[in-house]
Protein backbone atom coordinates (compact mmCIF):
# COMPACT_ATOMS: atom_id res chain seq x y z
CA UNK A 1 0.00 0.00 0.00
CA UNK A 2 1.23 3.34 -1.17
CA UNK A 3 1.76 6.69 0.93
CA UNK A 4 0.73 5.15 4.83
CA UNK A 5 1.73 7.07 7.32
CA UNK A 6 2.94 5.62 10.81
CA UNK A 7 -0.09 5.25 13.54
CA UNK A 8 -0.08 9.08 16.04
CA UNK A 9 -0.44 9.62 19.26
CA UNK A 10 -4.19 8.91 20.74
CA UNK A 11 -4.98 12.05 21.94
CA UNK A 12 -8.70 12.68 21.29
CA UNK A 13 -8.93 16.58 20.47
CA UNK A 14 -5.41 17.07 19.95
CA UNK A 15 -4.33 19.44 17.02
CA UNK A 16 -2.10 17.76 14.76
CA UNK A 17 -0.75 17.77 11.57
CA UNK A 18 -2.13 16.10 8.43
CA UNK A 19 -1.11 12.59 8.06
CA UNK A 20 -0.58 11.54 4.42
CA UNK A 21 -3.58 9.39 3.63
CA UNK A 22 -4.37 6.86 6.11
CA UNK A 23 -3.78 6.26 9.72
CA UNK A 24 -3.83 2.71 11.17
CA UNK A 25 -4.71 1.66 14.84
CA UNK A 26 -1.31 0.41 16.18
CA UNK A 27 -1.51 -3.32 16.55
CA UNK A 28 0.82 -5.84 18.45
CA UNK A 29 3.64 -7.38 16.75
CA UNK A 30 1.46 -11.10 16.56
CA UNK A 31 -1.41 -9.24 15.36
CA UNK A 32 0.56 -7.76 12.53
CA UNK A 33 1.89 -11.23 11.45
CA UNK A 34 -1.21 -12.70 11.40
CA UNK A 35 -2.33 -9.21 9.11
CA UNK A 36 0.44 -9.92 6.82
CA UNK A 37 -0.85 -13.36 6.51
CA UNK A 38 -4.19 -12.42 5.78
CA UNK A 39 -3.50 -9.94 3.02
CA UNK A 40 -1.07 -12.02 1.43
CA UNK A 41 -4.25 -14.90 1.35
CA UNK A 42 -6.25 -12.05 -0.24
CA UNK A 43 -3.56 -11.27 -3.23
CA UNK A 44 -5.29 -11.20 -6.57
CA UNK A 45 -4.19 -11.67 -9.78
CA UNK A 46 -2.15 -8.88 -11.55
CA UNK A 47 -3.69 -7.63 -14.92
CA UNK A 48 -0.32 -8.02 -16.75
CA UNK A 49 -0.13 -5.06 -19.06
CA UNK A 50 2.41 -2.34 -18.85
CA UNK A 51 0.18 0.18 -20.56
CA UNK A 52 -1.19 3.32 -18.79
CA UNK A 53 -4.75 2.97 -19.86
CA UNK A 54 -6.55 -0.43 -20.60
CA UNK A 55 -7.97 -1.11 -23.85
CA UNK A 56 -11.59 -2.11 -23.85
CA UNK A 57 -10.94 -4.86 -26.78
CA UNK A 58 -8.59 -6.80 -24.14
CA UNK A 59 -11.46 -6.43 -21.55
CA UNK A 60 -13.64 -9.76 -21.61
CA UNK A 61 -16.78 -10.57 -23.74
CA UNK A 62 -19.35 -12.44 -22.21
CA UNK A 63 -20.95 -13.07 -25.40
CA UNK A 64 -18.04 -15.19 -26.82
CA UNK A 65 -17.30 -16.58 -23.42
CA UNK A 66 -18.89 -19.81 -22.17
CA UNK A 67 -18.49 -22.52 -19.77
CA UNK A 68 -18.96 -26.38 -20.32
CA UNK A 69 -19.76 -29.06 -17.83
CA UNK A 70 -17.77 -31.95 -17.31
CA UNK A 71 -18.88 -35.25 -17.46
CA UNK A 72 -18.89 -37.55 -14.52
CA UNK A 73 -16.08 -39.14 -13.70
CA UNK A 74 -16.32 -43.23 -14.86
CA UNK A 75 -19.58 -42.23 -16.57
CA UNK A 76 -23.29 -43.01 -15.39
CA UNK A 77 -26.08 -40.68 -13.46
CA UNK A 78 -25.18 -38.03 -11.47
CA UNK A 79 -25.79 -38.56 -7.76
CA UNK A 80 -26.08 -36.33 -4.62
CA UNK A 81 -23.07 -35.92 -3.22
CA UNK A 82 -21.28 -35.50 -6.22
CA UNK A 83 -19.14 -33.37 -6.92
CA UNK A 84 -19.94 -31.23 -10.29
CA UNK A 85 -17.16 -29.15 -12.11
CA UNK A 86 -17.67 -26.58 -14.78
CA UNK A 87 -14.64 -25.29 -17.14
CA UNK A 88 -15.45 -22.00 -17.75
CA UNK A 89 -13.17 -20.00 -20.83
CA UNK A 90 -13.08 -16.05 -20.77
CA UNK A 91 -12.88 -14.42 -24.31
CA UNK A 92 -11.80 -10.72 -25.25
CA UNK A 93 -14.02 -8.49 -27.14
CA UNK A 94 -12.32 -9.81 -30.35
CA UNK A 95 -13.38 -13.23 -29.16
CA UNK A 96 -9.94 -14.22 -28.76
CA UNK A 97 -9.65 -16.74 -25.71
CA UNK A 98 -7.70 -14.95 -22.73
CA UNK A 99 -4.42 -15.35 -21.57
CA UNK A 100 -4.40 -14.10 -17.68
CA UNK A 101 -6.93 -14.07 -15.11
CA UNK A 102 -8.03 -11.67 -12.27
CA UNK A 103 -11.91 -11.71 -13.37
CA UNK A 104 -14.26 -11.82 -10.82
CA UNK A 105 -17.19 -14.66 -11.07
CA UNK A 106 -19.88 -16.35 -9.05
CA UNK A 107 -21.53 -19.67 -10.04
CA UNK A 108 -25.07 -21.13 -8.86
CA UNK A 109 -26.60 -24.08 -9.29
CA UNK A 110 -30.64 -24.11 -9.15
CA UNK A 111 -33.38 -25.46 -9.95
CA UNK A 112 -36.32 -22.99 -10.04
CA UNK A 113 -39.26 -25.65 -10.15
CA UNK A 114 -38.03 -26.68 -6.49
CA UNK A 115 -36.72 -23.75 -4.82
CA UNK A 116 -33.45 -24.93 -4.74
CA UNK A 117 -30.15 -23.23 -5.44
CA UNK A 118 -26.12 -23.64 -4.30
CA UNK A 119 -23.37 -21.52 -4.51
CA UNK A 120 -20.69 -23.04 -6.10
CA UNK A 121 -16.53 -22.47 -5.40
CA UNK A 122 -14.99 -20.72 -8.47
CA UNK A 123 -11.16 -21.45 -9.61
CA UNK A 124 -8.60 -19.26 -11.26
CA UNK A 125 -6.52 -20.76 -13.47
CA UNK A 126 -4.32 -17.37 -14.18
CA UNK A 127 -4.41 -18.40 -18.01
CA UNK A 128 -8.67 -17.06 -19.06
CA UNK A 129 -9.96 -20.67 -17.88
CA UNK A 130 -11.48 -21.14 -14.81
CA UNK A 131 -13.48 -23.91 -12.56
CA UNK A 132 -16.75 -24.11 -10.88
CA UNK A 133 -17.38 -26.87 -8.33
CA UNK A 134 -20.51 -27.54 -6.98
CA UNK A 135 -22.20 -30.27 -4.45
CA UNK A 136 -24.89 -31.85 -6.12
CA UNK A 137 -27.68 -31.75 -3.14
CA UNK A 138 -31.11 -32.53 -3.93
CA UNK A 139 -32.62 -34.50 -6.97
CA UNK A 140 -33.56 -33.79 -10.11
CA UNK A 141 -32.54 -31.01 -12.88
CA UNK A 142 -30.72 -28.89 -11.63
CA UNK A 143 -28.67 -26.15 -13.90
CA UNK A 144 -25.56 -24.54 -14.14
CA UNK A 145 -25.63 -20.01 -13.65
CA UNK A 146 -22.31 -18.56 -14.31
CA UNK A 147 -22.15 -14.56 -13.81
CA UNK A 148 -19.23 -12.10 -15.16
CA UNK A 149 -18.92 -9.55 -12.18
CA UNK A 150 -15.75 -8.07 -13.44
CA UNK A 151 -13.18 -8.02 -15.78
CA UNK A 152 -9.53 -7.99 -14.64
CA UNK A 153 -9.09 -5.07 -16.17
CA UNK A 154 -11.81 -3.29 -13.74
CA UNK A 155 -10.56 -4.82 -10.63
CA UNK A 156 -7.14 -3.49 -11.74
CA UNK A 157 -9.18 0.62 -11.59
CA UNK A 158 -10.34 -0.83 -8.32
CA UNK A 159 -7.76 -1.68 -6.72
CA UNK A 160 -6.10 1.76 -8.06
CA UNK A 161 -8.26 3.77 -6.71
CA UNK A 162 -8.34 2.50 -3.38
CA UNK A 163 -3.95 3.04 -3.92
CA UNK A 164 -4.25 6.29 -5.08
CA UNK A 165 -7.39 7.87 -3.78
CA UNK A 166 -9.00 6.80 -0.24
CA UNK A 167 -10.07 9.30 0.36
CA UNK A 168 -12.50 9.73 -2.17
CA UNK A 169 -15.67 9.26 0.10
CA UNK A 170 -15.40 11.85 2.94
CA UNK A 171 -17.77 12.66 5.44
CA UNK A 172 -18.39 15.71 7.68
CA UNK A 173 -18.86 16.88 11.04
CA UNK A 174 -20.30 20.15 12.28
CA UNK A 175 -18.52 22.37 14.83
CA UNK A 176 -20.67 24.95 16.89
CA UNK A 177 -19.72 26.89 20.25
CA UNK A 178 -23.38 29.50 20.49
CA UNK A 179 -24.13 30.57 17.81
CA UNK A 180 -21.18 29.81 16.07
CA UNK A 181 -20.90 27.02 13.52
CA UNK A 182 -18.25 25.31 11.08
CA UNK A 183 -18.78 22.11 8.99
CA UNK A 184 -15.35 20.29 7.88
CA UNK A 185 -14.20 17.36 6.12
CA UNK A 186 -13.21 14.59 8.17
CA UNK A 187 -11.98 10.53 7.49
CA UNK A 188 -9.40 8.04 8.59
CA UNK A 189 -7.68 9.08 5.12
CA UNK A 190 -7.21 12.46 4.44
CA UNK A 191 -5.22 14.37 1.29
CA UNK A 192 -2.26 15.86 2.68
CA UNK A 193 -2.61 19.86 3.87
CA UNK A 194 -1.60 22.65 5.40
CA UNK A 195 -4.79 22.66 7.52
CA UNK A 196 -4.56 21.39 11.05
CA UNK A 197 -6.36 18.51 12.33
CA UNK A 198 -8.70 17.50 15.17
CA UNK A 199 -7.46 14.05 16.45
CA UNK A 200 -10.30 12.17 17.72
CA UNK A 201 -8.95 8.76 17.97
CA UNK A 202 -10.96 6.55 20.31
CA UNK A 203 -9.38 6.29 23.45
CA UNK A 204 -9.88 2.37 24.66
CA UNK A 205 -9.91 0.62 20.82
CA UNK A 206 -7.20 3.25 19.55
CA UNK A 207 -9.28 3.56 15.94
CA UNK A 208 -8.46 6.84 14.61
CA UNK A 209 -10.71 9.51 13.52
CA UNK A 210 -9.54 12.91 12.44
CA UNK A 211 -11.44 16.16 10.62
CA UNK A 212 -9.84 19.52 9.28
CA UNK A 213 -10.08 22.10 12.56
CA UNK A 214 -12.62 24.82 12.12
CA UNK A 215 -10.66 28.08 11.65
CA UNK A 216 -12.95 29.65 14.36
CA UNK A 217 -13.98 26.89 16.70
CA UNK A 218 -11.72 24.33 18.83
CA UNK A 219 -12.19 21.03 18.25
CA UNK A 220 -13.89 20.04 21.12
CA UNK A 221 -16.85 21.48 19.53
CA UNK A 222 -17.73 18.81 17.37
CA UNK A 223 -21.12 17.85 17.60
CA UNK A 224 -22.39 15.30 14.72
CA UNK A 225 -21.03 12.89 11.79
CA UNK A 226 -22.62 12.66 8.20
CA UNK A 227 -21.27 11.42 5.16
CA UNK A 228 -20.22 13.90 2.70
CA UNK A 229 -18.94 13.89 -0.74
CA UNK A 230 -17.69 11.63 -3.33
CA UNK A 231 -15.18 12.20 -6.08
CA UNK A 232 -14.96 9.75 -9.17
CA UNK A 233 -11.68 10.13 -10.68
CA UNK A 234 -11.62 7.49 -13.76
CA UNK A 235 -9.29 7.88 -16.50
CA UNK A 236 -10.18 8.08 -20.32
CA UNK A 237 -12.75 5.08 -21.60
CA UNK A 238 -12.55 3.34 -17.64
CA UNK A 239 -16.06 3.92 -17.53
CA UNK A 240 -16.48 1.17 -20.34
CA UNK A 241 -15.54 -1.18 -17.65
CA UNK A 242 -18.08 -0.97 -16.05
CA UNK A 243 -21.36 -1.86 -18.12
CA UNK A 244 -24.65 -2.90 -16.78
CA UNK A 245 -27.44 -2.47 -19.23
CA UNK A 246 -26.96 -1.58 -22.47
CA UNK A 247 -28.94 -2.55 -25.77
CA UNK A 248 -26.31 -4.63 -27.01
CA UNK A 249 -25.12 -8.27 -24.75
CA UNK A 250 -21.95 -7.95 -26.25
CA UNK A 251 -21.21 -4.12 -24.54
CA UNK A 252 -21.97 -5.39 -21.18
CA UNK A 253 -19.60 -6.83 -19.10
CA UNK A 254 -20.79 -6.07 -15.41
CA UNK A 255 -22.66 -8.76 -14.04
CA UNK A 256 -23.73 -10.63 -16.72
CA UNK A 257 -24.66 -14.01 -17.59
CA UNK A 258 -22.23 -16.39 -18.90
CA UNK A 259 -23.51 -18.66 -21.64
CA UNK A 260 -22.77 -22.59 -21.90
CA UNK A 261 -21.14 -23.65 -24.89
CA UNK A 262 -23.25 -26.92 -24.69
CA UNK A 263 -26.02 -28.63 -21.74
CA UNK A 264 -26.60 -25.98 -19.12
CA UNK A 265 -28.36 -28.76 -16.09
CA UNK A 266 -27.75 -32.25 -15.15
CA UNK A 267 -30.10 -34.55 -13.87
CA UNK A 268 -29.64 -35.88 -10.23
CA UNK A 269 -30.54 -38.89 -8.70
CA UNK A 270 -30.49 -40.62 -5.04
CA UNK A 271 -27.30 -42.34 -4.50
CA UNK A 272 -26.36 -45.92 -4.98
CA UNK A 273 -24.82 -48.12 -3.19
CA UNK A 274 -22.71 -50.13 -5.74
CA UNK A 275 -21.74 -46.57 -7.45
CA UNK A 276 -19.10 -44.60 -5.76
CA UNK A 277 -19.31 -40.45 -5.86
CA UNK A 278 -17.54 -39.09 -8.40
CA UNK A 279 -15.02 -36.39 -7.07
CA UNK A 280 -13.84 -34.08 -10.43
CA UNK A 281 -12.26 -31.67 -8.91
CA UNK A 282 -8.93 -31.35 -7.02
CA UNK A 283 -11.04 -29.32 -4.31
CA UNK A 284 -13.31 -30.75 -2.78
CA UNK A 285 -16.20 -27.88 -2.28
CA UNK A 286 -18.47 -28.14 0.93
CA UNK A 287 -20.83 -24.93 0.77
CA UNK A 288 -22.14 -23.27 4.13
CA UNK A 289 -25.39 -24.59 2.99
CA UNK A 290 -27.98 -24.36 0.23
CA UNK A 291 -31.93 -23.88 -0.35
CA UNK A 292 -34.39 -26.01 -0.84
CA UNK A 293 -38.12 -25.36 -1.09
CA UNK A 294 -37.36 -21.64 -0.83
CA UNK A 295 -35.83 -22.73 3.15
CA UNK A 296 -32.26 -22.10 3.87
CA UNK A 297 -30.59 -25.90 4.87
CA UNK A 298 -27.22 -25.50 6.70
CA UNK A 299 -24.53 -27.63 6.41
CA UNK A 300 -22.60 -26.38 9.08
CA UNK A 301 -23.91 -28.68 11.62
CA UNK A 302 -26.45 -26.39 13.07
CA UNK A 303 -30.39 -27.68 11.95
CA UNK A 304 -32.00 -24.02 10.52
CA UNK A 305 -35.93 -24.19 11.61
CA UNK A 306 -38.55 -22.39 10.45
CA UNK A 307 -39.42 -20.23 12.79
CA UNK A 308 -43.64 -18.78 12.95
CA UNK A 309 -44.03 -15.19 14.71
CA UNK A 310 -45.35 -17.10 17.93
CA UNK A 311 -42.15 -19.57 17.83
CA UNK A 312 -40.15 -16.84 17.24
CA UNK A 313 -41.64 -14.81 20.48
CA UNK A 314 -40.91 -18.56 22.58
CA UNK A 315 -37.32 -18.77 21.67
CA UNK A 316 -36.40 -15.05 22.35
CA UNK A 317 -38.59 -15.28 25.67
CA UNK A 318 -36.35 -13.52 28.46
CA UNK A 319 -33.20 -12.74 26.02
CA UNK A 320 -31.33 -9.60 25.23
CA UNK A 321 -30.53 -8.99 21.39
CA UNK A 322 -28.17 -6.93 20.52
CA UNK A 323 -27.52 -6.05 17.40
CA UNK A 324 -24.39 -3.71 15.95
CA UNK A 325 -23.55 -2.37 12.19
CA UNK A 326 -24.75 -1.13 9.49
CA UNK A 327 -27.68 -0.98 7.52
CA UNK A 328 -28.11 -4.24 6.78
CA UNK A 329 -28.05 -5.50 10.34
CA UNK A 330 -30.68 -2.55 11.24
CA UNK A 331 -32.93 -4.59 7.94
CA UNK A 332 -32.99 -7.65 10.64
CA UNK A 333 -33.89 -5.08 13.50
CA UNK A 334 -37.04 -3.67 11.17
CA UNK A 335 -37.93 -7.03 10.34
CA UNK A 336 -37.63 -8.54 14.31
CA UNK A 337 -39.97 -5.52 15.08
CA UNK A 338 -42.70 -5.99 12.19
CA UNK A 339 -42.85 -10.05 12.94
CA UNK A 340 -42.58 -10.19 16.76
CA UNK A 341 -46.35 -9.99 17.84
CA UNK A 342 -45.95 -8.05 21.10
CA UNK A 343 -42.75 -6.17 20.61
CA UNK A 344 -42.85 -2.47 20.46
CA UNK A 345 -40.22 -0.06 19.42
CA UNK A 346 -39.49 2.40 22.24
CA UNK A 347 -39.16 5.50 20.87
CA UNK A 348 -35.66 7.43 21.68
CA UNK A 349 -36.23 9.97 19.30
CA UNK A 350 -32.79 9.35 17.31
CA UNK A 351 -32.63 9.52 13.74
CA UNK A 352 -33.96 7.05 10.57
CA UNK A 353 -30.88 5.79 9.26
CA UNK A 354 -28.43 5.53 12.22
CA UNK A 355 -30.55 5.08 15.44
CA UNK A 356 -29.66 4.25 18.36
CA UNK A 357 -33.13 1.97 18.54
CA UNK A 358 -34.58 -0.37 21.03
CA UNK A 359 -37.43 -2.90 21.06
CA UNK A 360 -39.34 -4.05 24.00
CA UNK A 361 -42.41 -6.97 24.29
CA UNK A 362 -43.23 -6.50 28.16
CA UNK A 363 -45.34 -9.53 28.35
CA UNK A 364 -42.55 -11.79 27.06
CA UNK A 365 -39.22 -9.64 28.53
CA UNK A 366 -37.38 -9.07 25.49
CA UNK A 367 -35.44 -6.56 24.33
CA UNK A 368 -33.65 -5.90 20.89
CA UNK A 369 -31.97 -3.17 20.32
CA UNK A 370 -29.27 -2.16 17.45
CA UNK A 371 -26.55 0.50 17.14
CA UNK A 372 -25.00 1.23 13.93
CA UNK A 373 -21.02 1.01 14.17
CA UNK A 374 -18.20 3.97 14.57
CA UNK A 375 -17.28 6.14 11.23
CA UNK A 376 -16.11 5.61 8.90
CA UNK A 377 -20.05 4.90 8.18
CA UNK A 378 -22.31 6.57 4.96
CA UNK A 379 -25.27 7.44 7.42
CA UNK A 380 -27.17 10.94 7.41
CA UNK A 381 -26.51 12.93 10.29
CA UNK A 382 -25.94 11.79 13.82
CA UNK A 383 -24.85 13.14 17.12
CA UNK A 384 -21.43 12.60 18.20
CA UNK A 385 -22.54 11.36 21.07
CA UNK A 386 -23.69 7.98 19.85
CA UNK A 387 -20.34 7.35 17.56
CA UNK A 388 -19.72 4.23 19.43
CA UNK A 389 -17.12 1.40 18.37
CA UNK A 390 -18.68 -2.17 18.17
CA UNK A 391 -15.45 -3.23 20.54
CA UNK A 392 -16.50 -0.98 23.51
CA UNK A 393 -20.04 -1.48 23.19
CA UNK A 394 -19.15 -5.38 24.10
CA UNK A 395 -16.81 -4.52 26.44
CA UNK A 396 -19.84 -2.83 28.54
CA UNK A 397 -21.88 -6.09 28.28
CA UNK A 398 -22.26 -8.32 31.11
CA UNK A 399 -23.40 -11.57 28.58
CA UNK A 400 -24.79 -14.61 29.48
CA UNK A 401 -27.24 -17.54 28.54
CA UNK A 402 -29.77 -14.81 27.77
CA UNK A 403 -27.63 -12.19 25.77
CA UNK A 404 -27.17 -12.63 21.98
CA UNK A 405 -25.33 -10.58 20.00
CA UNK A 406 -25.61 -9.92 16.01
CA UNK A 407 -23.15 -7.39 14.22
CA UNK A 408 -22.19 -7.02 10.64
CA UNK A 409 -19.45 -4.56 9.21
CA UNK A 410 -18.63 -4.60 6.10
CA UNK A 411 -20.01 -2.25 3.43
CA UNK A 412 -18.68 1.26 4.78
CA UNK A 413 -15.36 -0.06 4.31
CA UNK A 414 -15.02 -0.86 0.71
CA UNK A 415 -13.42 2.68 -0.26
CA UNK A 416 -10.42 1.90 2.25
CA UNK A 417 -7.35 0.12 2.62
CA UNK A 418 -7.78 -3.22 3.90
CA UNK A 419 -5.85 -2.66 6.86
CA UNK A 420 -8.29 -0.20 7.93
CA UNK A 421 -10.87 -2.58 8.59
CA UNK A 422 -8.77 -6.16 9.58
CA UNK A 423 -7.77 -3.80 12.51
CA UNK A 424 -11.43 -3.14 12.75
CA UNK A 425 -12.38 -6.45 12.74
CA UNK A 426 -9.57 -7.64 15.09
CA UNK A 427 -10.55 -4.63 17.50
CA UNK A 428 -14.25 -6.54 17.69
CA UNK A 429 -12.71 -9.86 17.94
CA UNK A 430 -10.57 -8.85 21.00
CA UNK A 431 -13.80 -7.78 22.95
CA UNK A 432 -15.25 -10.71 21.73
CA UNK A 433 -13.17 -13.14 23.50
CA UNK A 434 -13.21 -10.96 26.24
CA UNK A 435 -16.68 -11.19 26.82
CA UNK A 436 -16.30 -15.27 26.09
CA UNK A 437 -13.96 -15.41 28.56
CA UNK A 438 -16.49 -13.73 31.24
CA UNK A 439 -19.91 -14.91 30.21
CA UNK A 440 -19.07 -18.28 28.17
CA UNK A 441 -22.28 -18.89 27.26
CA UNK A 442 -23.04 -15.56 25.55
CA UNK A 443 -24.14 -15.87 21.74
CA UNK A 444 -22.44 -14.51 19.11
CA UNK A 445 -23.37 -14.50 15.79
CA UNK A 446 -21.41 -12.65 12.88
CA UNK A 447 -23.37 -11.39 9.35
CA UNK A 448 -21.18 -11.94 6.49
CA UNK A 449 -21.64 -9.53 3.44
CA UNK A 450 -23.28 -10.24 0.50
CA UNK A 451 -23.81 -9.42 -3.20
CA UNK A 452 -25.00 -6.43 -4.57
CA UNK A 453 -26.86 -4.92 -7.53
CA UNK A 454 -24.36 -2.85 -9.46
CA UNK A 455 -24.63 0.78 -10.98
CA UNK A 456 -21.04 2.83 -11.66
CA UNK A 457 -21.52 4.53 -7.98
CA UNK A 458 -21.65 1.25 -6.37
CA UNK A 459 -19.25 -0.42 -7.75
CA UNK A 460 -16.38 2.38 -7.65
CA UNK A 461 -17.84 2.37 -3.78
CA UNK A 462 -19.19 -0.69 -3.02
CA UNK A 463 -18.31 -3.13 -5.38
CA UNK A 464 -18.68 -7.04 -5.09
CA UNK A 465 -15.26 -8.12 -5.69
CA UNK A 466 -14.56 -5.20 -2.60
CA UNK A 467 -17.61 -7.13 -0.36
CA UNK A 468 -15.39 -10.62 -1.27
CA UNK A 469 -12.11 -9.51 0.11
CA UNK A 470 -13.28 -8.21 3.18
CA UNK A 471 -15.79 -11.31 3.52
CA UNK A 472 -12.54 -13.29 3.47
CA UNK A 473 -10.96 -10.94 5.78
CA UNK A 474 -13.65 -11.34 8.44
CA UNK A 475 -13.72 -15.20 7.91
CA UNK A 476 -9.82 -15.24 8.26
CA UNK A 477 -9.72 -12.76 11.89
CA UNK A 478 -12.65 -15.19 13.95
CA UNK A 479 -11.66 -18.47 12.45
CA UNK A 480 -11.23 -20.59 15.62
CA UNK A 481 -12.92 -18.33 17.66
CA UNK A 482 -16.72 -19.39 19.14
CA UNK A 483 -18.75 -17.40 17.31
CA UNK A 484 -21.83 -18.36 14.54
CA UNK A 485 -21.88 -17.28 10.67
CA UNK A 486 -25.07 -16.22 8.99
CA UNK A 487 -23.35 -16.37 5.61
CA UNK A 488 -25.35 -13.87 4.22
CA UNK A 489 -22.69 -14.53 1.03
CA UNK A 490 -23.81 -17.77 0.23
CA UNK A 491 -27.45 -17.40 0.83
CA UNK A 492 -27.76 -14.29 -1.63
CA UNK A 493 -25.27 -16.23 -4.39
CA UNK A 494 -27.46 -19.23 -4.05
CA UNK A 495 -31.03 -17.24 -4.04
CA UNK A 496 -32.77 -16.79 -7.53
CA UNK A 497 -33.62 -12.94 -6.00
CA UNK A 498 -31.90 -10.20 -7.67
CA UNK A 499 -28.79 -8.94 -5.98
CA UNK A 500 -29.80 -6.28 -3.44
CA UNK A 501 -27.58 -4.50 -1.15
CA UNK A 502 -30.70 -5.11 1.46
CA UNK A 503 -31.57 -8.52 0.50
CA UNK A 504 -35.33 -9.63 0.25
CA UNK A 505 -38.04 -10.29 2.23
CA UNK A 506 -37.74 -14.54 1.32
CA UNK A 507 -33.75 -13.89 2.08
CA UNK A 508 -34.33 -12.08 5.36
CA UNK A 509 -36.38 -14.42 6.69
CA UNK A 510 -34.34 -17.37 5.73
CA UNK A 511 -31.62 -15.09 8.05
CA UNK A 512 -33.62 -14.69 10.72
CA UNK A 513 -34.52 -18.42 10.98
CA UNK A 514 -30.52 -18.82 11.03
CA UNK A 515 -30.49 -16.52 14.01
CA UNK A 516 -33.14 -17.89 16.21
CA UNK A 517 -31.91 -22.46 14.69
CA UNK A 518 -28.46 -20.82 16.75
CA UNK A 519 -30.48 -19.62 19.78
CA UNK A 520 -32.62 -22.09 20.20
CA UNK A 521 -30.76 -25.25 18.85
Not at 194 to 210: A, Q
Not at 328 to 353: A, G, M
Request: proline content about 6%.
Amino acid sequence: MENISKPVLNIPGHVTSNPSFCTFRPISPEEALEEKAILESLAWPRYPSLQPHYSLINTKNPACGSFTILPRRGGGKWHIGDQLEVMIQIHDYLCRPKKYGGDVLLARLHTPALEAGVAGHVVDHLNGSYSAVFTLLWEGRAEVQVTLVHSSEAVEVLRRLTVKQPYRINFKSLFRSGSKTESTICNVCLRPSRTPLCNFTDVRTGEPWFCHKPKNLGCESRIDHSRGGYTQNLRLDEKKLFVRCVFSFSDVNMKVHIRSSGPSDVFVTSNIKDEPMSTLSSVRWTPSGFYYRGAWRSLSGTAVRDFSPEQMTQCLKGKQVHLYGDSTIRQWFEYLLEVLPNIRKFDLHTKKQAGPFMALDYTNNIMVTFRCHAPPIRFGSFKTSEVRYIANELDGLAGGRDTVIVFGIWSHFSTFPMEVYIRRVMSIRGAVVRLLARAPETLVVIRTANVKALSLYETLTNSDWYSMQRDKALRAVFRGVDVRLVDAWEMTVAHHLPHNIHPERPILKNMINVILSYTCP
